[in-house]
């Protein structure tokens, strides 16, 4: 038999491999985020391997992590360092209780991220997911208050367009209604004050010179509600979930004063920003500042394994500091705290940033991928805004430039373009009509210049 057809026969074996797994997927799967029912015309890709920026289905099909699977595979799949250091570990202690006890991989952990987490932070508390990290900023928040003669001081605030997590606490301290508005009932009654939206600035400044002027709502916030909040907490610089809307350092640095002038705490929530991708390890250090209470995940465990840690300060800490019959300890806790095999994966992606400057070059990777979707798409018709902060990049398509008028979202063309993206082996995952970049900060220009070429393509196979 000729080698061609005993290729395709493969092919063809592959694929129908692929689709057996598909099918029973559906047979026992609720994906996350989905609508079910749009998986009987698109049933989901079964991937079989990945590498570097690239993922791999059953059938062969090669695909370009451009989003880094929800913004957490920080340095490629299968990183040959990232992966001996689990299965290094793996072979000495997998698991064990965190509550008297410890392990090396946990202080290691948390010595080498003192180093680089904002000064005044101190002690670090784990848990496996963004979510419940922001569950314990909350819970630790209001009951650092509580036991300080704060009592009054039982609300939250936070910016309008927030996402945190889809856990009941997390879900009150955002505000995205198509997350939240459903469990309403359910929900702590928190304070939503009107966030930056630079593109669509009221005060027709741009982000790079103004002062801020939008800030106005939360000093009026504080002088109405200060008294009775706890803390308010914030996605430093950029609000993801909002369609990466990037707002100006300044503005973070206001809150910081205004939080002090107030005696309100500032939880930072670093799940998404966290680990470079700002273009600095932590987006708070771009305003000079340091919050009270830090949330970290995604990129923590370079997207290997389930982790996350609360980090706060000596201040915070020292008030629950007690004699166990004062019942001033910190009752909160997760099963998997502290995992040796997250651990050591965190490890590894620290001692990585180290020895490949990685900073350093996903900053001269971040210059030049802006200035390419610049070059492709800048002058498109339909393109309202490239904003970008390191190596993320937001294109904000518009039905109309000058009025900065979006799409109809019945039409959801963010979804069309994503399908049409998926076809030609590139995974965009758009935010309405916003197409983002959020790739591994090592990725390579030519596996760049690839992927704005299928983006290019699949938009105007859909927009013309």
């Known amino acids: 038999m000729p080698e061609r057809v005993m290729e395709m026969g493969q092919d063809d074996k592959k694929r129908d491999e692929e689709m057996q797994l598909a099918q029973e997927d559906l047979r026992y799967i609720w994906h996350p985020c989905s609508q079910m029912k749009d998986y009987e015309t698109y049933p989901p890709i079964v991937i ?3 590498k570097g920026a690239y993922l791999y289905s059953v ?6 992590d451009i989003i880094s699977s929800w913004w957490c595979n920080l340095l490629g799949h299968c990183n040959p360092q990232i992966m001996a250091a689990i299965s290094k570990q793996l072979a000495e202690l997998e698991h064990v209780i965190f509550a008297d006890f410890s392990h090396r991989p946990a202080i290691e952990l948390c010595a080498r991220l003192s180093e680089v987490i904002p000064p005044r932070l101190k002690k670090f508390n784990f848990a496996d997911n963004g979510s419940a990290s922001v569950e314990c900023a909350l819970k630790m928040a209001f009951q650092y208050c509580y036991q300080t003669g704060r009592q009054k001081k039982q609300k939250f605030m936070c910016l309008t367009g927030s996402y945190h997590g889809e856990t009941i606490g997390a879900l009150s301290v955002g505000s995205m209604d198509i997350f939240a508005k459903i469990y309403q ?3 702590m009654s928190a304070i939503h004050v009107e966030a930056p939206d630079c593109y669509r600035c009221p005060y027709q400044e741009d982000r790079e010179h103004c002062q801020c002027q939008c800030f106005q709502k939360m000093e009026e916030a504080f002088s109405k509600y200060g008294a009775e909040t706890a803390a308010i907490i914030v996605e430093p610089l950029l609000q993801g979930s909002a369609g990466m809307r990037i707002y100006p350092a300044l503005y973070l640095k206001k809150l910081r004063d205004l939080c002090d002038a107030y005696d309100v705490l500032l939880i930072a929530d670093e799940i998404a920003t966290g680990f470079g991708r700002t273009g600095t390890m932590f987006a708070c250090e771009q305003a000079d500042i340091s919050p009270d209470i830090m949330c970290v995940s995604k990129g923590l465990t370079g997207g290997y394994l389930p982790m996350s840690i609360t980090i706060t300060t000596e201040e915070i800490y020292q008030a629950f500091y007690a004699e166990y019959r004062e019942k001033r300890a910190f009752l909160h806790s997760h099963t998997y705290s502290g995992n040796p095999l997250g651990c050591v994966a965190a490890l590894a992606v620290q ?8 900073l350093e070059r996903a900053g001269q990777t971040a210059q030049y991928l802006h200035q390419a979707l610049l070059d ?3 002058d498109y018709r339909y393109t309202g805004e490239i904003r970008h902060i390191g190596l993320i990049n937001a294109l904000e398509l518009v039905e109309d430039k000058r009025e900065k008028r979006p799409f109809a979202a019945q039409r959801r063309l963010g979804y069309a373009i994503y399908r049409e993206a998926l076809k030609n082996g590139l995974l965009l995952r758009p935010l ?12 390579d220009r030519r596996t760049l210049d690839k992927a704005i070429y299928i983006m290019k393509q699949s938009i105007r196979t859909v927009l013309g």
């Open 48 to 50: 079989d391997r990945g």
């Open 432 to 443: 309405g009509d916003v197409l983002y970049f959020n790739p591994p900060l090592n990725i």
């Open 376 to 378: 492709a798409l800048g």
């Open 59 to 64: 059938s062969g099909k090669e695909y370009i």
């Open 351 to 358: 001692n990585i940033f180290r020895s490949e400057h990685i």
């Open 185 to 187: 009932p359910m929900l």
